[in-house]
């Protein structure tokens, strides 16, 4: 009980340091609160103290750490943590604690003593961790292994080597295949090239696990001077999968001339599916002396499929040099060919692309003129639309129509003046593409500079031709578009006025509400009468409007509704009004026979939207009226019990 | 020299299941756009015959990992005949939907990743998708043993785990792919090359969302319960390389994140979703930030990055409609885009009219699909880097782990990318690794 007490007692006061310490502390001063968290290791602080007194000094411990903390190295339960702390601790006598440590631990504490020695690179260790490569335990012979590459001096590359020869299991190949990369990767950054060198050449010439023999060529390759190109070149060719994957790897890390040249050499020699790869590296290296053979495998290449992936891998290269290779195959016969250098010349960065675009729609040919007219398009190319203007005025049909379509994606104000003028002339030709061409560039940007050209154009050109135009309107809204349809709907031709009519029902904003009534009033023509009508109750449905604004539109056409047939249209959009008014209102109705059905169906539609609402008790009991009135009740048996029992409640 | 493929020297080098793999479906892909499962390789139903397809482990499958494994199954030329948990009710819940899928009884299950390796030389791949904490680990051992990676994110620890994943993926020529995903995604990209392509004018600041939890991590333990049996629960290998602690059911229910241990912080947790993005969008994806600005709050909202290039990246908690956020801001305009956007929100609509061009520019120029798995294996076969390189992730994750640092220590920070140190920060450095427990180490 003492101890317990005393040892409890000595890590509140190591505690109580630690906070007085981090509260006083300047930011960046040596942690005096170390002190704290070695008195807890040295206490019988519980493990969970301990594990974290071990985390706080591989963040603040120095060397008055080291000593408490290797002396956890051999506990079965803080040996990691310990461990934990010790590698992050800067002074080199950590060292000499963890290779003191070798000789008192085994099993997993040896081999994360070992681990450590790797993580701190401390060369003295070397003659202690070969000794472990043939450890009986696995994970200690093969922690040795890593540790030793990390190191990475003469003496650990040269047990690795020996080791190399040794070792059955293949594990314990693998990890000594590992630590001699990691070892010839540190000659290579040590600038010990020829020791690196001889590294990867011993692996190469071992038999390993497939991954470290692909390791191992790939770093013959990369750290191999003029010897390591011969090895890409040869290893191309080799009929091993392994080692053709390394080349191709390291021939993407070598970004170079030769690496460049190498690839193109191998090419005519090998297997489609691998020219294949060898065109894609050459395209992922970006290298502009790839730009001439590419280009001359794609126009002259050994097949359609191999010239595809050539224009793809100039794509890739994304150099300006590529550009007339693809302006050549454009209108190439093979058709995968032209449509890949039009995808290829699409994507290229730059003006000089868009200047090239330019330059071949001069062009005599008419597969490259008409290339040449969808990549404006492509590439937005804005400056071409006077041009794009000329060809849809003359030339093939198959151009003009084109040259529509970009005009279409390009055009602005002054390509849409010119269009409208051509639309509205007697006998233009192309009418359908060029309406389509109006219509896209007015509906794609402001409304404002086209409204006004429209509505002069209104009253010229074809039937057909005005009710685009009345659409276009009709789309583009606002006051002055409504004016102009309103005013075509009243005053037009017969077929201007019927389209404009139209127009105006199919209007999206309420604003379009009064003239449809008005319409209603005073037209002679009953089928336009009924569209307007139609439409007027459409915008009346529209819920945003909320229901005072919504019934009293309703009541405003109930005036004019003449037959059964709009009484109907009227009951459908009342049943949509959630509100008691328009409830009473239904009910001045529910004696009219015609419409029974209609009227039954409103006021159950209502019941139910004043029975889901906030206010459902307040309504009732006049739900319960109307549906016993009407005759509903019976066949909406649950909705009438719903409402008694609210009413009831209310009472 | 001769080469061979077998492990013996001299050996002959008959063309197996691998082999015959590569190059009958590269032969294929040469055809088709790279992101199509080629025509050729397809068999007479549509499916890749079982000799061609990629063959695939999962390891850690719970939530994210059943996500990606849902994700992956439907790519036609691909097998998975294991999966691999530290818990008997994951591997369970795996193996049951891969059968499922395969309309078998096949997948195979292992408790012990070296198990799982050391016994399924036929794996070409694995996808990664355990906790935080054993992302890098498993990643760099499987990489060791020759299979190709798809780590979840965030897939390193620390600075020092994500340069060994580099230069381990380096090192044996593996395909490695993170999960930052949104580099695939279309609405991303389309602002990334908004920026990539001077649209949006000279670019000078980009903001990265930091979506919920904290920057600073627990360090406590939970209650010790007793351990369920090995098979049921294992532990030791949960735990991994994590410092030993006692166990608690929380812990393998997900609630092991906030715990220093375990987890990379708020930071950690978002900015492996957005840091990405943003260093991409700046030309700064093979570098990390070199200034880090300590702010007193608690997770670090409104920090700021500054980049070698003089662009600064800001975290910002709120201002977003979806988690994921980016926001590039530039002289002459501005996108931002997070999960669930319609479209990308931007600071004039003329910036949305070439939005399809950019996308189809991207996909000529990087001959990359719309979709993260499927690049991931198209690289396999083509042996070309994925957008989310090793290098790509450790950067990125070398900007989250010095952010992280600088909200511990509670003070700014100078950071050398090229070093990869804090140029007078001694304690800062000693927070760029941890300790790992033996034998879980690299």
Redesign the interface.
Known sequence: MKNHFFSAFGVIISWLALAVWLEAAP??AV?PGAAAFIATLQSSALP?EK??AC?QL???GGVEAIAPLAALLDDP?LS??A??????I?EVSVNAELRAALGRTQG??L??VI??LG?RKDADATPLLAALLNASEA?VAE?AA?ALGSIGGADAIQALLRQLERSDA??RR?AVA?GL?RGA?ARWAAGDRSEARKIYQAL????????????A???AIVHGGRAGRR?LA??LG??????F??A???S??LRSSATATALIRALPEL????Q??VL??L??LGLPEAIRPLGRLAEIGWGS??R??AL?AL??I?SPGALPVFCSLLADADAPVAEAAQ??L??A?GKEADALVLQLLNSDDPRIKLAAIELTG???IYEANPRLLREAGAGSDEIRLAALRKLGELGGEGEFKVLLERLVQPAGQDLEATEAAVTAIAL?GASTPYVLPLAAALGRGAPEIQAALLHILAALGGPEALRAVTYAARQGEKSARSAAVRALADWSSPDAAPALLALVRDAGDAPERAICLRGYLRIAGQGELGDAARLRMVKEAADLVRDTEERKLLLGMLGGIGSADALDYVMMRVEDEPVRAETRAAIVSISRKLLAGPAARQHASAVVQALEKSGAAASEADLLAAAKKLAGGAN | MKFTTSAEPGAAAPLNRRQFLRRSALAASALAAPWIVPGRALGLNGATPASERIVLGGIGLGPRGTHDLRWMLPEKDIQFVAVCDAQASRRAAAKSLVDQHYDNRDCATFRDLRELLAQRADLDAVLIATGDRWHALASIWAMRAGKDVYSEKPSSMTITEGRAVLETARRYGRVYQTGTQRLSEDHFTFANELARTGRLGKIFAVRAHIASDLAQMSHAWLAPEPEPGRDEVDWDEWLGPCPWRPYNNIYIRGGWRGYYDFHTSCIGEWGAHTFAQCQAAIGAGDTSGIQYKYVNNATGDGMVITFANGIRMVLQREGWHGTCGVKFEGTEGWVSVADGYRLPEVSSPVLLQDYSRLVKDYLARSQRPMSHVRDFFDCIRSRRLPVASAEVMHHSMSTVHAANICMWLKRDLRYDPAEERFPDDPEANRLRARGMRAPWVI
Do not use: N, W
């Open positions: 930011a960046r942690d969970k594990s974290e985390r591989a963040r603040v339960l990691d943590m461990r934990y702390a010790l590698e992050r800067p997993r504490q081999a994360g681990t450590s993580v994970e922690a890593l293949a594990s693998l590992e990369l990767e190469t010439e071992s038999p390993l696990p497939p991954s470290a023999q692909m390791a060529i790939r770093g090895l040869a290893s080799d009929p091993g999968e392994v080692v994957q390394a191709i790897r390291a993407l890390e297997p489609f599916e691998r294949c790869l894609r590296a395209g992922d499929e191999a595809v992936e793809r794509a890739r994304g995808a290829a699409g994507a960065p492509r590439r937005r794609r």
